[in-house]
Antibody
Framework: EVQLVESGGGLVQPGGSLRLSCAAS????????MHWVRQATGKGLEWVSA???????YYPGSVKGRFTISRENAKNSLYLQMNSLRAGDTAVYYC???????????????????WGQGTLVTVSS | SSELTQDPAVSVALGQTVRITCQGD??????ASWYQQKPGQAPVLVIY???NRPSGIPDRFSGSSSGNTASLTITGAQAEDEADYYC?????????????FGGGTKLTVL
């Protein structure tokens, strides 16, 4: 059974740092792209970062330069280092796995097939 | 504002059919995936690709696409389908195939 378990959330002051972890089990972790997706209370989902199987990383503009995603395949673990935190970063942070398929037309389809239960990050003084 | 636009709220009578839509330029070229999220829970994948359902998702859920609009249809909505639904697809930069979510649609089953 695929499991993703996040940890490391908590209360941090504006400008502070926090490191989130995600422990993966039930699948070959090194073979999958992994992501962090966040959700502020009462708001929608926002993709935060991605890391490919080769260690390539991707970020949206809202967090680029402040957040760093990394993985440690030997420990089946995903991380998110968050620096220069702002009130607007307050959210539940989910760890998620993407899988991909290729359609008959040759289009690659990506989808988030497993999610963790999330860890709450609160940025407040 | 999101690059994928969804109606904030939709309602359906128990047992009837409802369509939830997602609009965006990227959908002209790329498929959307759809996620169901109930209060206090993590999102769950319900549809991906042209019209693929993960194991365990009831066949009353289906997906379709036309032009810049992707749709999630629930045929014979059940009380347990009441939830928020989000679409996801490639962002406008084209560099992130999973880069943008719609704002979400709150489905109420009457």
């Amino acid at each position: 059974e695929v499991q993703l378990v996040e940890s490391g959330g908590g209360l941090v002051q504006p400008g502070g740092s926090l490191r989130l972890s995600c422990a993966a089990s039930g699948f070959t972790f090194s073979s999958y792209d992994m992501h962090w997706v966040r959700q502020a209370t009462g708001k929608g989902l926002e993709w935060v970062s991605a890391i490919g199987t080769a260690g390539d990383t991707y970020y949206p503009g809202s967090v680029k330069g402040r957040f760093t995603i990394s993985r440690e395949n030997a420990k089946n673990s995903l991380y998110l280092q968050m620096n220069s935190l702002r009130a607007g970063d307050t959210a539940v942070y989910y760890c998620a796995r993407t899988s991909r398929m290729i359609t008959f037309g040759g289009v690659i389809v990506y989808y988030f097939d497993y999610w963790g239960q999330g860890t709450l990050v609160t940025v407040s003084s | 504002s999101s690059e994928l636009t969804q109606d904030p709220a939709v309602s359906v009578a128990l047992g009837q059919t409802v369509r939830i839509t997602c609009q965006g330029d990227s959908l002209r070229s790329y498929y959307a995936s759809w996620y169901q999220q109930k209060p206090g829970q993590a999102p769950v994948l319900v549809i991906y690709g042209k019209n693929n359902r993960p194991s365990g998702i009831p066949d009353r859920f289906s997906g379709s696409s036309s032009g810049n609009t992707a749709s999630l249809t629930i045929t014979g909505a059940q009380a347990e389908d009441e939830a928020d639904y989000y679409c996801n697809s490639r962002d406008s930069s084209g560099n992130h195939p999973w880069g943008v979510f719609g704002g979400g649609t709150k489905l109420t089953v009457l």
